[in-house]
């Protein structure tokens, strides 16, 4: 396992033969503040996506130290966690807070998995995944704004790798954009890859 963090989330990894890179898409609020849950308040599941490696989950809790958390649990791997003091401190700069990343296995090229995750605002009533190909598709989120999206390297071959996020409100109106797509992989640089861009229509 060769863990890597980029940005302010923090990842608690495990033995693995691969590298997990993070990234937020603004600030973190309140960055590097990660503490235990508290044990008088039970954690919320709030997403589970299947894929090959296991089941990728998204949860929340507050911690000892009464900061709102959400964590990604990736099996195998280990987990990505990030603190604020309320949910409302996640959306300073937008509607949209994401922490979005990638998975690369040590004897492949490119990325294995990517994935994003976060919350949206109240405001929000309809979120969008734009892929690289320009494809969309409906993010789906709970009644606290909790979403999480995870793709596979089958997806990622098909071009269903994710760009951007878009968040409507409730007069079909784009509220905010959040750019989803990591960096290449170390391997793809090493051996000078070209980056795969977004078809120009979706830029």
């Not at 299947?50 to 959400?70: E, M």
């Not at 649990?73 to 922490?99: H, K, L, N």
Request: proline share 5%; aromatic share 8%.
């Amino acid at each position: 396992m060769r863990p890597l963090v980029v940005g302010f989330c923090l990842l608690v990894a495990l033995v693995s033969a691969g590298t997990v890179a993070y990234a937020a898409s603004r600030d973190q609020p309140n960055p590097g503040v990660v503490a235990q849950r508290d044990p008088s308040v039970s954690e919320r599941i709030h997403s589970n996506n299947q894929l090959s490696n296991g089941k990728w989950q998204l949860r929340s809790y507050r911690n000892t130290s009464n900061r709102t958390c959400i964590e990604q649990q990736i099996p195998q791997e280990g987990t990505g966690t990030t603190c604020t003091v309320a949910q409302e401190d996640f959306f300073r700069e937008g509607d949209i807070y994401a922490i979005f990343g990638a998975r690369e296995l040590d004897d492949e090229l490119g990325w294995d998995k990517l994935f994003a995750y976060g919350l949206v605002s109240p405001r929000v009533q309809r979120l969008v995944l734009v892929n690289l190909s320009c494809a969309t598709s409906d993010v789906p989120f709970d009644g606290s704004g909790a979403f999480m999206v995870a793709v596979d390297k089958r997806a990622i071959k098909l071009g269903m790798s994710p760009y951007k996020l878009l968040a409507f409100d409730k007069s079909g109106e784009v509220i905010d954009t959040r750019r989803v797509k990591p960096a290449q992989s170390k391997a793809e640089r090493a051996a000078n890859v070209d980056e795969v861009l977004p078809e120009v229509q979706c830029r």
